[in-house]
């Protein structure tokens, strides 16, 4: 394994574990700055280096790629920018767990390429233990994202005086 790729690596691990304590903290309507933009920024660092691999033509990962890029900004803005105030704070909320979910995606995949035993039941990603893995993912983000925007109302934030 490459330098570039164990970076590529260790960044999308920190920000799927960050990201999970983060939406810990959003289904028990906590917000946590700390964690929240270390997942943010470790999260856009993975979806960057991810767009310096070599590659031809547009792919699946490109297509995540620029999906997640999209899903961060509004995330970020929302946050940041918005403050969480009204329906920001619900676009946050999305945000984070769909960011969170194409992480988590992304690490399937490369589970399903990587590990041996994994590889072995779904060598084309195409076979049903892939598609059964996947869809377990899915239904439990649809699950926890709908808890927690039904349940994440923090206090807006304060607005920065400094940032306006």
């Known amino acids: 394994m490459s330098a570039f790729t164990l970076f590529h690596v260790a ?6 574990v960050a990201g999970l304590l983060v939406m810990a903290g959003l289904l028990q309507s906590r917000h946590l700055p700390g964690w929240t933009a270390l997942f943010l920024v470790t999260t856009a660092a993975t979806t960057v280096t991810g767009f310096l691999f070599p590659f031809r033509g547009f792919t699946p990962a490109l297509g995540v ?3 997640s890029s999209a899903v961060l ?3 970020a803005y929302a946050l940041y920018a918005r403050r969480l105030a009204g329906r920001w704070r619900g676009t946050y909320v999305l945000g984070a767990t769909v960011s969170l979910y194409l992480n988590v995606f992304v690490l399937v995949v490369q589970l399903f ?3 041996p035993g994994l590889h072995a039941l779904a060598p084309t990603q ?4 892939f598609a059964i893995a996947q869809g377990i993912v899915l239904v439990l983000f649809v699950a926890v994202g709908f808890v927690a925007v039904r349940g994440f109302h923090p206090v807006e934030l304060p607005v920065d005086a400094h940032a306006a």
Do not use: H, Y
Request: hydrophobic share 45%.
């Open 11 to 16: 960044l999308s691990l920190v920000g799927i």
């Open 73 to 75: 900004a509004a995330t």
């Open 65 to 67: 790629g620029v999906v």
């Open 113 to 115: 390429d990587k590990v």
């Open 126 to 129: 195409q076979e049903p233990p």
